[in-house]
């Protein structure tokens, strides 16, 4: 399709547009390029194996670090207990044995339980990682020193999932096989428990029989199986959690300042008293784009279903099929952007789908020879994802295409311009570019120095990231901010100014 000249955009009627560009000081937005036919196409760039002392075993949970110094660190736990760091930007050799290559990626490894690792976290800047394991603990890890630094106890069944909060790293929530979540945190110290040098920690509070079928409150307590919690997630909003079981598609919400029962439920099952749900379908994981907006549930009728968290009572606004998702192990990811969705796959594939265009088919990535379980996207190094399969490997791979060109963040097209420095709008309007002057392959030589809690520093965005999400965001139109239109701002509504906070989560969800 040709895209319009200059002239005749400027006759189609940008009146009102340039009116509202001079309200900020004569600064234009520029949308980013939107390519409507465009695939995402990947490449694989690596493949490591996960085995120790000769010995492979299947990798359960893979998690990229969340810091952008730290961001090609790549986090992989398995089934024999053990937790591994790998080095994304390292250059493998086709030539080279897997065993080699996996060798010269590996920074480091430790044995963190003497069972299986099923989800694992980062915190405080990439210094600490979690690890949630079938022995009903949840540790506390300091990477630097490979020292466990605190034990999580209260779950009577294996951990399977936990997330940590928001902005708060020393709060999480954890789901488990005993069919609870609990929440938890880390200053919390119980100093009448210790295990030889390591700190207990109790739970603040937990839900048990969190998610029980309709049949087994009527009768009785069914197994443990059927009960299990397989994902949790801290929403954005800082005050309320997401919980998802084996026992059938609902996502359950909780304001965690009231734990007595859920805010509101979602399910992409019809509410009909008439009609009767013959197969209840599973949930494996749950997950939510980097401002909150969005909500996907990866379900066990092998479709991934999306929901907007500001509009929850309309169900799913879109699902998503192609995968086979025929175990638990089998996870599902959206981008920070919220721009794709990646998953894992029974067949031994990973898919891709842009979330904007549904009905195009999804990306295929072929390569490994076993199902695909865990997968993450890299949050500062755009286009990278890693997958990871019963083939005992974890790959690693590039957007080939222009990433941020190849599709709008649903998300973004919301956000609102603010003004900026006169410094930045000139820059902007000239069209200029900070770019990174480092060289990768020099980059990729460096010593890698693993964080340590010296280095943590507060989140904070720098000028010259602010400029860069403004030049890649695609705006439809500039909004002055007032409060009234703060409350109506998707944003705002998950965490509203001070001045405009409600008294409980239930109210976010009903204005929204």
Not at 91 to 116: D, F, M, P
Not at 267 to 281: D, G, L, R
Request: glycine share 4%; hydrophobic share 30%; charged share 25%.
């Amino acid at each position: 399709m040709e895209a319009p000249s200059s002239s005749s955009r400027c006759r189609s009627g940008s009146f009102f547009q340039d009116l509202r560009s001079r309200e900020l000081n004569g600064f234009r937005v520029r949308k980013r390029p939107y390519y409507e036919d465009s695939q995402l196409q990947f490449a694989e760039i690596g493949e490591v194996a996960v085995e120790h002392s000769g010995d492979e075993t299947p990798p359960l949970a893979i998690s990229f670090c969340k810091t952008a110094k730290n961001a090609h660190i790549l986090a992989v736990s398995d089934e024999e207990g053990y937790l591994s760091l790998f080095d994304s930007r390292r250059k493998l050799s086709s030539a080279a044995t897997r065993r080699e290559n996996t060798g010269k990626a590996r920074i480091t490894e430790w044995v963190a339980h003497q069972n299986a690792i099923f989800d694992i976290r980062w915190i405080k800047d990439d210094a600490r990682i979690l690890t949630a394991s079938g022995d009903q603990t949840i540790q506390l890890w300091d990477v630097q020193g490979k020292k466990c630094i605190g034990v999580l106890l209260g779950h009577t069944g294996s951990v399977k999932s936990l997330c940590s909060h928001p902005t708060n790293s020393d709060l999480l929530v954890s789901g488990s096989r005993d069919g609870s979540f609990a929440l938890w945190d880390l200053r919390c110290q119980n100093t009448s428990t210790r295990r030889s040098t390591e700190t207990c920690i109790s739970s603040t509070a937990m839900v048990k029989r969190a998610h029980l079928s309709a049949q087994a409150k009527r009768v009785r307590r069914t197994k443990t199986a059927s009960t299990s919690i397989t994902s949790v997630l801290y929403l954005k909003d800082e005050v309320s959690i997401a919980t998802a079981g084996a026992v059938d598609s609902i996502v359950k919400f909780w304001d965690t300042r009231n734990l007595k029962s859920q805010v509101t439920q979602v399910s992409p099952q019809p509410k009909s008293s008439t009609e009767k749900v013959n197969i209840m379908h599973g949930i494996s994981s749950l997950s939510q784009d980097s401002n909150g907006m969005f909500l996907t549930a990866s379900c066990m009728d092998n479709r991934i279903y999306l929901y907007n968290v500001l509009q929850l009572q309309k169900g799913p606004v879109q699902s998503f099929t192609g995968c086979q998702i025929e175990s638990f192990f089998v996870k599902s990811v959206i981008s920070p952007d919220a721009s794709s969705i990646l998953s894992g796959s029974s067949d031994g594939n990973a898919y891709v789908w842009q979330v904007e265009r549904p009905q195009m088919d999804p990306t295929v990535l072929k390569g490994h020879d076993g199902e695909v379980t865990a997968v993450d996207w890299c949050q500062s190094e755009e286009g990278k994802i890693a997958t990871c399969a019963d083939d005992f490997t974890v790959r690693v791979w590039n957007a080939e295409t222009n990433y941020s060109s190849s599709s709008r963040s649903p998300t973004s097209i919301r956000r609102r311009i603010m003004n900026l420095p006169s410094r930045e709008q000139r820059q902007l309007n000239l069209g200029s570019e900070e770019k990174d002057s480092s060289d990768p392959e020099e980059a990729m030589n460096h010593h890698i120095t693993l964080p340590t809690s010296e280095s943590i520093m507060p989140p904070m965005g720098t000028p010259e990231a602010q400029k860069k999400r403004l030049h890649h965001d695609p705006i439809e139109s500039v909004e002055t901010t007032t409060p009234e239109s703060a409350m109506k701002s998707p944003s705002s509504v998950l965490n509203p100014p001070s001045s405009l906070k409600r008294k409980t989560i239930r109210d976010y969800f009903l204005t929204a």
